[in-house]
């Protein structure tokens, strides 16, 4: 079974250096047997997250099925005042359940390290019952994506680290959830059996 991958775009920004590196991490997962969706939220914006009719808005059932089918969601936010894209929030406020026992693995365009970002979304997978790569990787615009290419050779080379212990951690982590849901044990994924 290919590990299935939903990498999240969560900048609006037309020249988005978020999207370059989502893309580019995408497609080398693609190359090492993944099968990667991407979810650009400039393109496919979902409505304002409200409780009472969100799950009912046209374009929900879409995203909300491809989320369902998900291992692991890379999740790419630019840095605003220290914390995630609205966007990236938005996605994120929809779901819960969806994300138990899966991977998230973490992007952050910055110019101060990203790291009060990557700590926030760390806080979103834990209130999820998701797990977290230890590390998350980010990056500043102009200095390592520049012109719409990445362009600094230390950067490339943690995004080949990134890349390889997202497909290795989420093939695991998915392996044992799917144990878990199928089995009888006792663990936090028993409440999600159907
Ligand atoms: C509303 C807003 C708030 C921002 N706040 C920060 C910030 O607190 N720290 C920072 O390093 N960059 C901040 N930035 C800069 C963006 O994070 C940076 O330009 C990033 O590369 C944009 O990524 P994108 O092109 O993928 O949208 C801010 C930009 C905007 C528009």
Redesign the pocket.
């Given at each position: 079974m290919k590990l299935k991958i939903l990498a999240v775009v969560g900048?609006?920004?037309a020249?988005?250096?978020?999207?370059?590196v989502v893309l580019a991490v995408g497609e080398e997962l693609r190359k090492a047997g993944c099968e990667v969706d991407l979810l650009d939220l400039s393109q496919e914006p979902l409505a304002l997250f409200n409780p009472e009719t969100a799950y009912g808005q046209p374009g929900f059932a879409g995203v909300k099925a491809r989320v369902e089918q998900a291992d692991v969601f890379i999740l790419?936010?630019?840095?605003?005042?220290?914390?995630m894209?609205g966007a990236l929030k938005n996605f994120l406020d929809h779901f819960w359940r969806e994300f138990a026992g899966k991977l998230f693995a973490t992007i952050v365009?910055?110019?101060?390290k990203?790291l009060t970002v990557t700590d926030q979304l760390r806080t979103v997978a834990r209130q999820c019952y998701a797990w977290s790569l230890p590390y998350g990787v980010a990056f500043?615009?102009k200095q390592h994506v520049a012109n719409g290419q990445i362009v600094n050779d230390s950067f490339q080379s943690r995004l080949g680290m990134f890349v390889r212990d997202t497909q290795v951690y989420g093939e695991l982590l998915a392996q044992q959830r799917h144990a878990d849901l199928a089995g009888a044990d006792a663990g936090f994924m028993a409440r999600l059996r159907k």
């Open positions: 900048s609006t920004h020249d988005s250096v978020t999207r370059v790419g936010t630019p840095d605003y005042h220290g914390s894209s365009a910055s110019h101060e990203g500043a615009d």
